[in-house]
């Protein structure tokens, strides 16, 4: 038994929260975020699930193999993050 790895994916929300945007909610500013964390933005799923952003993955990391899904045994794909956000975080952005 053997494998190799073809290719490797990533996805990312389409929404991006930047400091000056955090600043508005919390009591905080981009020179403070960026001086201590080195943070200038973040990605924030407002419409994508996990499901979404491993599938984005999956299909990147085909792009990247130059091959077929069906020329393939396994895709392997892994998350600790489920679908739902408990509590709905998702309300408040």
Known sequence: MSFR???TGR????????NDELSGM???NDEWIV??????????AT?????DL??????NALDMSGISADS?????VATITSDDVSPRLRNLL
């Open 47 to 51: 419409t994508e699930t996990t499901s």
């Open 5 to 7: 790895i073809l290719g």
């Open 54 to 59: 491993a599938y984005g993955a999956a299909v």
């Open 26 to 28: 919390v009591d905080t």
């Open 35 to 44: 001086t201590r964390v080195g943070v200038s933005e973040r990605r924030v």
């Open 72 to 76: 393939l045994d396994l895709i392997i």
């Open 11 to 18: 996805s990312v929300p389409h929404k991006v929260l930047t």
